[in-house]
T-cell receptor, first 114, second 112 residues
C-alpha cells in the first residue's frame, strides 16, 4: 500500500540547473498538490491539480512548472534552480473535489541549491 | 484569501504536563474545514483531525482533544498527560475553496 511516493528523496543542484520532481499516487485521487516547507513558514502551496490534464497556481508558483498528464502522476519542474528554492518539497493528494477529505502526503524531497 | 496563525512557534513541557496548541484562522467562506496534522522528527505528515465549520462540538480522542470556537475563529488542540512521543511539529490548516492553507506550525518538545 504505497500511498503517495516522491522521487527523489534528496537532491543537490547547482544554481541554474533544472530538475523534475515526480509524485505518484496509487489511490485514484483526483486532487494533487505540491507544497514547499521552509522553517517557520509552514507549508506553502506551489501548484495544484484538480484532475488529469489540469493545473492551477497556488500561493508561491514563481520559478516552478507542473504537469498532470496522467491521473496518478504530478510532476514539479524547476527550469533554472535558485538558492531561494532550497527547501523540503511535499506532494499530497486527496480523494474528491470536496473540502472535507484529508490530504495524504508523500515523504518529502529535500532539495539544496548551491 | 485564507490564513492560519499559530502564534506559538515552540513549546517545551515536561512529560505528563497538559499542553494546548493555539490556532486562529481567517477565511471569508462560510463553509470550510479545519485540520490538524502532526510532523514527527521523521518528517512525514500525519493527519490527526478534521472539523467542518458547521460542527462546533468539541472532540476527544484518547489524550487528544480539540476545541473549535467559531466566534473567535479558533481551533485549539490540547494534549493531556503529554509523552515524549508527542514531540513533533503540529500544523493547523484551513480548507476553503479547494486550497489547503497551513499555519506556520508549533514545535512541541516533551522532555522526560
Amino acid at each position: 500500500n504505497a500511498g503517495v511516493t516522491q522521487t527523489p528523496k534528496f537532491r543537490v543542484l547547482k544554481t541554474g540547473q533544472s530538475m523534475t520532481l515526480l509524485c505518484a499516487q496509487d489511490m485514484n485521487h483526483e486532487y494533487m498538490y505540491w507544497y514547499r516547507q521552509d522553517p517557520g513558514m509552514g507549508l506553502r502551496l506551489i501548484h495544484y491539480s484538480v484532475g488529469e490534464g489540469t493545473t492551477a497556481k497556488g500561493e508561491v508558483p514563481d520559478g516552478y512548472n507542473v504537469s498532470r498528464l496522467k491521473k496518478q502522476n504530478f510532476l514539479l519542474g524547476l527550469e533554472s534552480a535558485a538558492p531561494s528554492q532550497t527547501s523540503v518539497y511535499f506532494c499530497a493528494s486527496s480523494a474528491t473535489v470536496y473540502m472535507n477529505t484529508e490530504a495524504f502526503f508523500g515523504q518529502g524531497t529535500r532539495l539544496t541549491v548551491v | 484569501a485564507q490564513k492560519v496563525t499559530q502564534a506559538q512557534t515552540e513549546i517545551s513541557v515536561v512529560e505528563k504536563e497538559d499542553v494546548t496548541l493555539d490556532c486562529v484562522y481567517e477565511t471569508r467562506d462560510t463553509t470550510y474545514y479545519l485540520f490538524w496534522y502532526k510532523q514527527p522528527p521523521s518528517g512525514e505528515l500525519v493527519f490527526l483531525i478534521r472539523r467542518n465549520s458547521f460542527d462546533e462540538q468539541n472532540e476527544i480522542s484518547g489524550r487528544y482533544s480539540w476545541n473549535f470556537q467559531k466566534s473567535t475563529s479558533s481551533f485549539n488542540f490540547t494534549i493531556t498527560a503529554s509523552q515524549v512521543v508527542d514531540s513533533a511539529v503540529y500544523f493547523c490548516c484551513v480548507n476553503a475553496g479547494n486550497m489547503l492553507t497551513f499555519g506556520g506550525g508549533t514545535r512541541l518538545m516533551v522532555k522526560p
